[in-house]
């Protein structure tokens, strides 16, 4: 998968919620093409066990406990990412939370949390860190949009608000930062097997129906992600910014 314009040797990758799913996927992917990759998430053991992982395989990787949740903690967090490997090249935002709460049981803590988390988190993150990649003149910001940034699902306001709200940060940002060489592009991934979906995926027959409506007929292994991520973290991606990249089989085309 290495190699010319999809190379990443030699990068400083940051991935947040790294510990696990659509995080944990790409953070590995990205060590595998090269990039020295600093993990961030809330639960060590998790975490140190992706370290593990990749650090099985010879690649270089490192661990960052953090709770962006508290948005008291992101700028320490960006100091210690920071000097866990050197300013980042690239930031991936995968870190999430999703409360399933129906709209009229939502709570204020709830609501703040999954916004504080999904949309601001990612934002203050690639303040504090565009710094770095500003004066390197290259850095690339890849956010997690979702269906749910297009559709509105049953059980999911605070999470499609925030999603929604995803989309057009992305776009805020690429007008910000790209004339300093920094992309910013979002993944807005279909129906994937995570710790966010399992409700979905442990029902069949609801997630039959998700494939169905897919133009592929199937739903998303995570290994699907790794391609797009690469490509929106590379050179092969150096004119594409403020862009949302729909992973997902075609579900949002039907």
Known sequence: MSGGRFDLSGRIACVTGASAGIGRAIATAFAETGATVVG????????DDWRGAVEARDGRAHA????????????????RITAAAGAPDILVNAAGLNPRQQADVVTAEAWQKTLDLNLSAPFFLAQALVPGMRAKGWGRVINIASLQSERAFPNGIAYGASKGGVTQLTRAMAEAWSRDGITCNALAPGFFPTELTSAVFADEERSARNAAQTCIGRNGRLDDLVGPAIFLASPASDYVTGQILFVDGGFTAK
């Open 40 to 47: 961030v998430a809330r639960r060590e053991a998790q975490l």
């Open 64 to 79: 960052c406990v953090a709770d962006l949740a508290d948005l008291t903690t992101v700028p320490e967090a960006a100091e």
